[in-house]
């Protein structure tokens, strides 16, 4: 899918995808990493479908990799919330 897109839209360039839902779940973080295969640092939107304020219904989030300095503990992808 991606490869059709890259050809119909060559000037076009993905940067982020988005999940519906009030939170992250473990699915969106499985997706997230499948995305690090294609595009280099990509962003995580949420769209809230049922807002309970005022304003965009969006939350977006990066990841980092936090290397642990103790070689036997394995490093994590941390989520870091950001505003657009």
């Given at each position: ?37 294609y ?46």
């Amino acid at each position: 899918m991606f490869s059709v897109f890259k050809r119909i839209n060559a000037k076009e360039q993905v940067v982020s995808w988005y999940s519906t839902g009030p939170k992250l779940r473990e699915n969106d973080l499985d997706i997230h990493r499948l995305f690090h295969n294609y595009v280099p640092n990509p962003v995580l939107v949420i769209i809230i479908v049922q807002p309970k304020e005022l304003g965009i219904p969006t939350k977006a989030y990066y990841d980092v990799e936090e290397v642990k300095e103790n070689a036997t503990q394995k490093s994590q992808k941390i989520f870091f919330s950001c505003s657009f």
